[in-house]
Nanobody, 115 residues
Framework: QVELEESGGGLVQPGGSLRLSCAAS????????MSWYRQPPGKRRELVAY????????HYEDSVKGRFTITRDNNKNTVYLQMNSLKPEDTAVYYC????????WGKGTLVTVSS
């Protein structure tokens, strides 16, 4: 059974940092490209960051470039999203996605940026 479990969300003040983790099980993690998406309250889900299976190719949504970093550890079957200089508009539920022949999604973790 495939499972993606996000963790690391929470409440943080503007300008603060959080690191999200997504632990995968039930898949051969190293062959999957990994992505982070987010869904702000009342809005559509959007791609935040993408990382290829070899960890070489990445892509970021414009508003997070220079602030967020996606990495992966294939030995731990885990993908990370380091989020720095957080802004209130980063508030959302964050989801990880694994893609190979199809997609698998986690259930999400809530990030709230507020003073």
């Amino acid at each position: 059974q495939v499972e993606l479990e996000e963790s690391g969300g929470g409440l943080v003040q503007p300008g603060g940092s959080l690191r999200l983790s997504c632990a995968a099980s039930g898949i051969k993690f190293s062959i999957y490209s990994m992505s982070w998406y987010r869904q702000p309250p009342g809005k559509r889900r959007e791609l935040v960051a993408y990382l290829s299976r070899d960890g070489i190719t990445n892509h970021y949504e414009d508003s997070v470039k220079g602030r967020f970093t996606i990495t992966r550890d294939n030995n731990k079957n885990t993908v990370y999203l380091q989020m720095n200089s957080l802004k209130p508009e980063d508030t959302a539920v964050y989801y990880c996605k694994a893609t190979y022949a199809g997609d698998f999604w986690g259930k999400g973790t809530l990030v709230t940026v507020s003073s």
